[in-house]
């Protein structure tokens, strides 16, 4: 997307004078706009030009606030969908760039350009419309390249633009969107117009915050059909697509004119085959649409998407002849970077789950879920679910950018949002939440090894962790945090609860020690003493704050004791004694997992890093309440918010909070890949500039089978093994000889460049 004709320097863009330009469809709804939840029309804006040549080559800029889809002589310029994204607006909106040369005919061309309310002024979050701005929605575009004969060829967006209602009667992220295909402008793509075109206005908005995009935009990515179709009643039609996603209906319709039909999307079905929607609260998740009367007309919303498997279909009025609907399931376009599966059937739906969990969760921002009225890019599933998302996608810029989100919602003092872009009254600061800061730009480094991540964030990082160790000092006197935050969020069962301080004091001396090896990495040496020596002083009044002398704590929890593993605080005889507690607190919980968002991804790391393999793969495997199994037993394709988002017992869990699709708890697939598969990954060989291949086999031979690979910035690594009756034959691609296998006994064997086989005897 990066094009010379318009950066000055990185990503700052050059407009050449370009204005941002407008048009309200409906000056009575803005002054009804904060208790109104659905919307203005959405507008159309046109410019007719000449081009006094053939183009040799040619590059459209377009920026909105709001959303916008755009056309050249009636051909969509952008495959993309929801342009410019999701960002911080007062401080950061972003503006693409295409190649359009092929798309310009010489003399006279129409560019067309639909807006929508987007993230910008539609519904974010659970406080209603108008976050970040008003109405009349803005475009900026400027239309840059040369003739074949050298000249040059520009076009601003400016005060000659015209515009018009479109046929989109209201356009909501969270709501839905309404087209009346009788509506249509007819002359939209037209050189001609038919007299209902008006100016546009000039919109006031800073050019300073313009940031050309530098991750992937959100795309199509897969088109599915309907599985089933049921009748639950005469009146209702329902379709299941076999699979829980982030998308929205594309139907081919044949219909009398005026027939009304309402889709409303949902995750699940109730016993009696209805539609269930209550956990969506306040989003209606609900798309109408109004026919011309045309033969196969097309439904395809352009700004607005829905959580959901099931789809329900009713006719208001009219006559609706045909209905042929499939889905268009969207995600940032993101390479794929690993592959993994096994020959158990469960764990192979896991894997699914958590794929499709992360794309659809993957929407110009890590959401927390993308069906009710939320939809944010919460700090804590972002870091939680950051090393499993590097294994399965190449996410570096993904990230990156949220990243600068997360920076430009940060507290002058230095605390981080809860949720970047930060939104309405949602604070920050909370731990584990706040820690996203430091940990994120780590789990990059480690991956991708990309120094210039820590550049970018060193000087807010520091920020962070510096008000945390003056909050500290000042408020107790000694290097603790404070009893708050979201604690270990949504773990359940007996004995589960970890005090919220014990979860805040470990994150401040893990993000400490996280930051003090980041400033190593760039030379920071006196930054490197600092956190390296704040570090471990907060580990001191950790242990005195926490553990007794045996190692255990008051809550006896299991996030308890795998924080102080998987951060390394633990040395000697006390690591011993918390591992030994650790494997207690999971067999008095019937060999079942009782943690939360916090704990869930070091679980079965740890456990296999103490020896007891034996209890991960037996955790991963359960398919008993709480575990990832009992939700696919229970038909899940995505993952569950809740261990107990339905039970059989209980049924729908709490509709205040029961997404269907969050991808936190699935943050065990970076345990499939770096222990079950081996393809291990730390700063001791980060970017994988040493391969380290290292299988944790189930000692039990429940898996017998398993297979991976990842693609590294060095080129792909696999790893395949198989259990025989006396032992284990693995098969190992590597592109590096610095490459290294270590067996299940520890003991280590170099690697050649291409195919290795080993043989491991149980």
């Known amino acids: 997307m990066k094009n010379s004709f318009f950066e000055k320097n990185l990503h700052r863009l050059d407009t050449f004078g370009a204005k941002w330009i407008g048009y309200v469809t409906d000056k009575e709804y803005v002054t009804q706009r904060k208790t109104a939840s659905l919307g203005m029309p959405c507008p159309v804006l046109k410019k007719v030009f000449t081009a006094e040549n053939d183009v040799r080559e040619a590059s459209l800029l377009c920026s909105a606030y709001g959303l916008y889809v755009v056309y050249l002589n009636g051909v ?8 410019p994204g999701f960002t911080q607006y007062d401080v950061r909106v972003q503006a693409q760039v295409y190649d359009v040369a092929g798309l310009l005919n010489k003399g006279e061309n129409v560019l067309t350009v639909y807006l929508g309310d987007g993230w910008y002024t539609g519904n974010v979050g659970w406080d209603g419309r108008g976050c970040f701005g008003d109405y009349p929605l803005a475009f900026l575009c400027c239309l840059y390249g040369s003739y074949t004969d050298g000249r040059q060829l520009m076009l601003v967006s400016d005060e000659s633009f015209t515009a018009t209602k479109s046929e989109i009667v209201y356009s909501d992220m969270q709501m839905g969107e309404c087209v009346d295909a009788r509506l249509v402008p007819q002359d939209r793509f037209a050189v001609e117009s038919d007299g209902k075109w008006e100016n546009v206005v000039i919109v006031v908005k800073p050019m300073e915050t313009l940031w050309l995009q530098s991750d992937p935009p959100v795309r199509v990515g897969a088109c599915l059909h309907p599985k089933q179709i049921t009748h639950p009643d005469a009146a209702t039609t329902i379709y299941d697509f076999g699979q829980n996603m982030s998308g929205f209906v594309n139907a081919v319709i044949n219909a009398s004119a005026g027939t009304k039909i309402r889709l409303r999307h949902g995750e699940m079905l109730y016993d009696d085959g209805t539609l269930y929607v209550e956990n969506l609260r306040l989003s209606t998740q609900t798309d109408v649409y109004i026919a011309s009367g045309e033969p196969d007309e097309v439904f395809c919303p352009r700004f607005t998407f829905h959580g959901f498997r099931y789809m329900e279909l009713t006719v208001e009025e009219g006559e609706l002849v045909s209905f042929e609907p499939t889905v268009n399931a969207v995600w940032n376009d993101l390479a794929p970077a690993g ?22 969760n993957f929407i110009s921002v890590p959401t927390d879920c993308p069906q009710r009225n939320e939809r944010l890019g919460w700090s804590g599933d972002a870091q939680v679910f950051c090393k499993s998302a590097c294994y399965n996608m190449d996410a570096l810029e993904f990230y990156k950018k949220w990243l600068r989100d997360l920076r430009d919602g940060q507290y002058e003092c230095g605390i981080y949002r809860d949720v970047a872009p930060k939104v309405w009254d949602i604070g920050g600061g909370s731990p584990a939440w706040a820690d996203a800061g430091i940990i994120v730009p780590y789990m990059l480094y480690l991956f991708y090894k990309d120094t210039e991540i820590i550049y970018e964030n060193l000087s807010s990082m520091k920020r962070w962790v510096d008000f945390m160790e003056q909050e500290a000092l000042s408020k107790f006197g000694k290097l603790t945090r404070i009893d708050d935050g979201y604690g270990d969020w949504l773990a359940i069962g007996e004995n589960s609860y970890t005090q919220k301080s014990l979860i805040g004091t470990a994150f401040f001396a893990y993000s400490a020690r996280l930051l003090s090896e980041m400033c190593g990495i760039v030379e920071d040496a006196e930054g490197q003493a600092h956190y390296t020596k704040l570090s471990e002083d907060v580990t001191r009044t950790f242990f005195a704050e926490f553990y007794d002398e045996d190692g255990k704590t008051k809550c006896n929890s299991q996030t308890s004791y795998l924080l102080p593993l998987k951060f390394e605080l633990a040395q000697g005889e006390m690591e011993e004694k918390i591992a030994g507690h650790l494997k207690e607190s999971v067999l008095a919980a019937d060999t079942h997992l009782t943690t939360g968002f916090v704990g869930v991804s070091y679980l079965l790391p740890v456990l296999c890093d103490i020896g007891a393999a034996d209890l991960a793969y037996t955790l991963l495997l359960n398919d008993t309440y709480p575990s990832w199994g009992y939700s696919i037993k229970n038909g899940a394709t995505t993952i569950w918010e809740r261990w107990n988002s339905y039970t059989k017992e209980d049924g729908f869990g709490d509709i205040g909070m029961n997404s269907f699709n969050h991808y936190s708890l699935g943050s065990v697939c970076e345990w499939m890949y770096g222990y079950m598969a081996g393809i291990r990954l730390t700063m001791d060989n980060a970017g994988f500039d040493r391969v380290i291949i290292q299988p944790c086999v189930d000692p039990q031979r429940r898996i017998r089978q398993v297979s991976a690979s990842h693609q590294t910035r060095h080129g ?32 280590e064997e170099e690697l050649a460049v291409g195919e290795n086989i080993l043989y491991f005897a149980m």
């Open 716 to 747: 792909k690594v696999s790893v395949s093994y198989t259990v025989g009756e006396d032992g284990v034959r693995f098969k190992v691609v590597t592109p590096l000889a610095d490459s290294v296998f270590v067996y299940p006994d520890g003991r």
């Open 339 to 360: 592959e993994i599966s096994c020959d158990h059937p469960m764990v192979n739906q896991l894997i699914s789950n958590i794929l499709w969990g992360q794309r659809s």
């Open 76 to 83: 969509r310029v952008n495959d993309s969908v929801f342009d």
